[in-house]
Each structure stands twice: as C-alpha cells, then as structure tokens.
C-alpha cells in the first residue's frame, strides 16, 4: 500500500492527571483520505472481500423466509462482541428468558440483551439517519442502560480521559485522546464515512472507520461492541449488504489477540496495511461463514421437513412448531399449546415425538417445567466450519 504522503497515525501528547503525574496519551490523525493499493497482497485481499461479500448478499435475496434467521445472526453476533468484552453468557442461554437464567448470570445475559436491542434499534433508524454520531449515541444508551456500566454516561461522549488495560493511567496498555479532541475526531470521522468522491473501496474505508473509532475511542465504556456494531451498520448504509447477515464479532473473538495487535500496530508503526489485511481476511472468512449457515439451513429445513410428514396428521402441527422455532429455537410445553392452539396434553406429545426424532433437546434436567431447544438448527450458529484464507488450513 502507498500513499501520495506516507500514512502518520498520530501523535503522542502529554497530559497531567488529577493527582499530578503526567501522562501520554494517542492522538491519532484523521482519517486518511488517500489510500493508493499497490501490495499485489492487499489487491487480492480485496478483491476476494468484495467478491465473497458480494456473493453472500446475492445468495440471501433468494434463501426464502430469511427473516426468520436473521434474529438467530443477531443473536450469535450479540454474544460473540459481548465475549470478547468478557460477558459470558452463551447462545442458548441469549435465547432463554430472564427468569430461566441462574442470578449469577442475568448481569452477563442482561448485556447481551442490550446489545440485541441496541442493534436491533440502530439497523431500523438507518431507514431515517445516517451512520452519525447521533446514531451511534442513541444505540450506545440503549447498550449501556440498566447494566454494568450505567454509570458511565451511557449515549453521551466522554468527559473525563479513559485508557484501555491495567488499573490505571500509570499501567493502561493504551490511552485513547483527551476529551477535549473528541469533537473535532469525531466529527471528521463522519465526514469520512460520506464523502462520496473519495477514491476508495468502500470496505476499505469500513476497515479504516472502525480502526478510528477504536482509537477515539469516545465512550467511557462500550466502545469494542459499538465499534464492531459501526461495520456493519455502515455496510447496510451503502447498501453492500440488504440485511444484516455480516458480522465479524465471531472471527474478531476467535483471533482476539491478533485483532488487539493488528489495531495496535497501526498506532504503534503506522502501518495501516496488515490491519488492512486482517479486516479483509475476516470479511471474507465471515462472508464464507454465513454462506455456509444459510446452506446449512436449507438443508436443515427440507431434511426435517421430510421427517415430519412421517407424522400423519401430527405433520400439520409439527410443521407449524417447527416454523416457529427458527425464529425463537427455545420452547416450553405451554409456550408450545399456546403457539398452536391446542391442549398441553397434545403439545405435549408432539414436543416427545420431535425429541425422539432428535429435534429438540431438554436443557433443564427437570421432570416439570423443562425447556426445549432446537439443538440442530442452533448449533449451526455455532459451528466455525470455514477455509483459513492466513494458513490455508480447515477449521
């Protein structure tokens, strides 16, 4: 990669703390607006991204019924960004209600309920903003509201200097820019994010976006889940993606300390290529995922759906059920009657029979009360079955 002027990501400046000692903190540069691709390397990273991307939002226009799959994406990305902030609450355990959860675990659970809401709340407001910093405040307070972390201003910039490891400014692992430069950072990163006339690819500049507001860095907590939120929030808008179908938390988690050092190294050598490379890597890794999940589905569907015309006149019932549980895989017997009109006796023999046929799967261990997942169709969201475009091996 080259630029007319050699990338600089910013500057150390030094600050005082309350109790006198100095400090530095990063400043970083804005955003760059010429980014000249001649690694033959990144090229290719590129063009396989936009390739893959590009492959998945063509496939998804035409899997039916996708609305019912994409709560299950928005749950596993809500507990893969919550994971790498330490929460940690699991897939099926996102899907139960509150009163299901053991108390030592509704903080963790209650986080990534935020975090669907919050997502849920910033996709639907694309319809009327645009990915602005007034966007990005009204999702932060939900994300924040009623949770650990309340008390850190949620939906407002920071007023205060915050710092990223160790207990304090003396031993932080990094320090993000003071207060007083968030405004003028923050605003030129949504100038970035709009102007059209720039001659760069538009995963280029998401890459870019989310490694700026890493760095700023504007909240006094949520900004890893925000920022991650920013990619694919910004893909929507540009309409790379109809839906959201794309999220990099789970290949963020699974390489997390190449994903901190690769955001390090930029600030650290201004090199803004290999954060470059990793970004791209996970885009099409990630692409390449939910491809698979989707196929994954349908095959899923038409396989059971043939097991359940087995039933005779239960298959009605059972088809019913099923539709039901890939939208909301999680069922109780009575959730069960209610949602098909019947007697808890019937909907009881009809959860037996699809937990003989290997459907469902009690989580519970109770004799009474017991809760069913849709053990098949959930651990496709769980699965991490896609080619390593660094080492050519199959995970």
């Known amino acids: 990669m080259g630029n007319t002027d050699p990338y600089q990501s910013g500057t150390e400046q030094t600050a005082y703390a309350n109790e006198g000692y100095a400090y530095k903190y990063f400043l970083p540069s804005y955003a760059p607006r010429t980014v000249q691709i001649t690694s033959p390397k990144l090229s290719r990273l590129l063009e396989e991204a936009t390739h893959m991307l590009g492959e998945l939002n063509a496939y998804a226009r035409f899997v039916p019924d996708i609305d019912f799959f994409i709560r299950m994406h928005e749950i596993k990305e809500a507990t893969a960004s919550s994971r790498i902030e330490g929460t940690k609450t699991n897939l099926d355990e996102a899907l139960m209600d509150a009163e299901d959860i053991m108390p030592e675990r509704r903080d963790d659970w209650q986080e990534v309920q935020n975090y669907i809401q919050a997502m849920n709340h910033a996709v639907n407001r694309l319809e009327k903003l645009p990915v602005s910093k007034r966007l990005l405040n009204e999702t932060h307070e939900i ?11 949620p939906g407002a910039i920071r007023e205060s200097q915050n710092w990223i490891g160790g207990a304090t400014l003396k031993d932080a692992r990094f320090i993000p820019p003071a207060h007083q430069d968030l405004p003028d950072l923050l605003t030129d990163l949504e ?20 490694y ?3 760095t700023i860095h504007p909240y006094l907590d949520g900004n890893g889940r925000i920022g991650r939120l920013l990619i694919i929030l910004y893909l929507i808008e540009q309409k790379l993606l109809d839906r959201p179908i794309l999220y990099l938390s789970q290949f963020f988690d699974r390489y997390k300390q190449e994903y901190y050092e690769a955001l390090d190294t930029v600030r650290a050598q201004n090199d803004l290529e290999q954060w470059l490379r990793f970004f791209l890597v996970g885009i099409t890794e990630t692409s390449r995922q939910a491809i698979h999940t989707l196929q994954s589905i349908q095959s899923l ?7 359940i015309l087995k039933l005779g006149r239960r298959s009605e019932n059972a088809s019913a059920l099923l539709e039901r549980l890939y939208t909301d895989p999680i069922i109780s017997v009575s959730e069960a009657a209610e949602e098909l009109d019947v007697t808890p006796p019937t909907a009881n023999s009809l959860v037996k029979e699809l937990h003989k046929l290997g459907m469902l799967k009690e989580i519970t261990g109770f004799s ?16 991490y079955v896609v080619e390593d475009n660094r080492n050519g091996r199959e995970n």
């Open 143 to 153: 994300l924040l509201s009623g949770v650990r972390g309340e008390e850190k201003q």
């Open 368 to 383: 009474r009360n017991r809760i069913f997942i849709y053990e098949p169709y959930i651990r496709l969201f769980t699965d």
């Open 191 to 210: 100038e970035f994010l709009h102007e059209d006339d720039l001659n760069m690819s538009l995963l280029v500049k998401a890459g870019i976006a989310h």
């Open 212 to 214: 700026q507001f890493e």
């Open 301 to 307: 569907q038409e396989t059971h759906r043939q097991e």
